[in-house]
């Protein structure tokens, strides 16, 4: 069986919670060394460009660090570079490529406090949250390492076609693969990278704007493990130029993206207009919890808040719909209100912060655009407003009394914003959640096991979970749940952390000789 990181679960069982403390708080200040500097693109060697873009802290809106705003003719070097280069690193072989990444793990794992210390400053999240986002990446490692050696390279004998044939499958990489990653996982980064790359592929990250240090650092770390510089390269900047050329260059043999529907339904649709090629893309939801009267209300309260405003509902997974059953809407309302009242709101390096900022300006200005919305669909639980000052924070919202028709109810926000609606049967809820184009993750509280299996058996949702107090819809763990989407939210069906996700990286070829 896999066995998980958990780096403070571990040291909260043995007792040694203040050394996770003293350690996160060492690390916070060795972070502060990797700010005020300009990083390069790494393309072989250093590069640097005319433009620049900069990483602006959550925390305060101040810049931290400088990055390329990467060129056209940039993104063709390194794609030309990449597939010059990407048989060769095939040719290592699969039990060296994981050996390679394996050592990757190893020096990622020894500077966990320091990748996650800069994450609280890079996208706003608390220890706790950040520390469990390493650990996942050091997960997504390992599981895929262990994976690609299990399966032995992907090559299986077939055998005879005829007497005189000896036939095997191997499975063989595509070339090169773009990797544009989301901002709210440095996990998914780590992650979407690995996937392509120990199975034979060179791979060009794009990293997400909102955290690049980390996302450079990794990618250093990778070289200095054994990854050629000439297979993986990292290439900052914006979608319009990185993105869409990397969509649109016939040399990139795959992409691997997250994030939201508009952008990439737009790459899928750019990637494979001149030809087939995989696009595996998770595009977000619109995650929903369903309470029924025969819930455990304690539980339910925690695993709604804890699903809903755990990173300011920045995830994927992140509940943003709510249906209470009609005999305990309103005490279940009141229960609710009560408890996120509890939340508090705060700079992510304080321990004692739950809430952090939201990702960056457009996202703080996005929560506001959205506050008249509140009261002109239903009315206001708790929450919001927008906080004022320094840094980009905003209050844990709860919306109720929507019709099934507003926005509130059918659009992605990633934003702190619950909508809550009214329901009388386990049916007509399902069928409520079935109706909508997004399907990843979604979550019921109930004690009665025919209600969970109901569930279970009707929801068209990638992952499902039940009376899950932690998270009620959140927390997928690498080996344990494959994290996929359906519908509108993923474009293959197939999970991360999961033994179908690497056979995505690779095509099949059938080899014969005959005697």
């Known amino acids: 069986m896999f066995e998980n990181e958990n780096t403070f679960g571990r040291l909260q069982q043995a007792g040694k919670e203040k050394e996770f403390d003293s350690s996160y708080e060492k690390a916070l200040k ?17 590069v640097v460009e005319e433009k620049k873009i900069e990483d602006i802290s959550p925390i305060d809106g101040k810049k931290i ?60 999240k608390n220890r706790y949250e950040a520390m469990a986002d390493v650990d996942e990446a050091l997960d997504f490692i390992r599981y895929y390492a262990l994976n690609l050696i299990e399966n032995e390279g992907f090559v299986r004998f ?21 990797v544009i990653p989301p901002f709210n996982f440095y996990a998914i980064t780590v992650g979407m990278t690995v996937g392509p790359l120990i199975t034979g592929n060179a791979v060009v990250l794009k990293p997400s704007s909102d955290i690049p240090i980390i996302s450079y650092l990794t990618v250093k770390l990778m070289h200095e493990a054994g990854v050629p510089k000439e297979v993986l390269a990292f290439v900052s900047g914006s979608g319009g130029i990185v993105g869409r050329t990397l969509a649109e260059h016939p040399k990139i043999g795959g992409i691997v993206f997250t994030g939201s529907r508009e952008v990439g339904m737009d790459i899928y649709h750019r990637a494979t207009e001149k030809g087939p090629k995989p696009v595996i893309t998770e595009m977000g939801g619109k995650d929903a919890i369903i309470v029924t009267a025969k819930a455990n209300m304690q539980k339910a309260v925690e695993g709604v808040v804890r699903a809903s405003f755990g990173y300011a509902g920045q995830k994927c997974s992140a509940s943003s719909l709510l249906f209470v059953q009609d005999s305990i809407y309103d005490s279940f309302l009141e229960k ?98 079935n109706s909508s184009e997004y399907g990843l993750t979604g979550g019921i509280f109930s004690e009665d096991p025919a209600e969970i299996r109901y569930y279970f058996d009707n929801a068209d949702v990638g992952v499902l979970y039940a009376n899950r107090e932690r998270g009620g819809s959140t927390g997928a763990k690498v080996g344990s749940q494959p994290f996929v989407g359906w519908k509108m939210s ?24 005959a005697h």
Do not use: C
């Not at 912060?353 to 300006?361: M, R, S, T």
């Not at 929507?402 to 049916?427: G, W």
């Open 336 to 433: 609710l209100k009560e408890r996120t009242s509890k939340i508090i709101i705060g700079d992510p390096r304080k321990k004692e912060a739950f809430l952090n900022p939201v990702v960056n300006k457009a996202a703080f200005e996005k929560f506001k655009s959205l506050q008249e919305t509140f009261t002109r669909e239903g009315k206001i639980l708790t929450g919001g407003k927008a906080i004022d000052g320094s840094g980009y924070y905003v209050e844990p919202t709860i919306i109720y009394d929507l019709k099934a028709d507003a926005s509130l109810v059918r659009n992605e926000l990633f934003l702190p914003i619950l909508a809550v609606r009214k329901f009388k049967t386990l049916q007509e809820a399902v069928n409520e959640v």
């Open 65 to 124: 660090a400088t990055f390329q705003l990467s060129s056209k003719e940039s993104v063709e070097k390194a794609v030309n570079m990449l597939h010059e280069n990407y048989r060769a690193w095939y040719n290592f072989g699969y039990e060296e490529r994981a050996r390679i990444l394996l050592g990757a793990y190893a020096l990622i794992r020894q500077n966990r406090y320091l990748i996650s210390a800069i994450e609280a400053f890079e996208n706003g």
């Open 490 to 513: 993923g474009s293959t069906g197939k999970g991360t952390g999961s033994f179908y996700y690497l056979a995505q990286f690779l095509r099949e070829q059938a080899q014969t000789i």
């Open 30 to 46: 060795e972070a502060e060394s990797y700010f005020g500097k300009e990083y390069p693109n790494l393309i072989s060697g250093e």
């Open 158 to 178: 077939t055998g005879k076609g005829y007497d005189n044939e000896e036939s095997v499958s191997i499975m063989k990489p595509y070339g090169v693969f773009a």
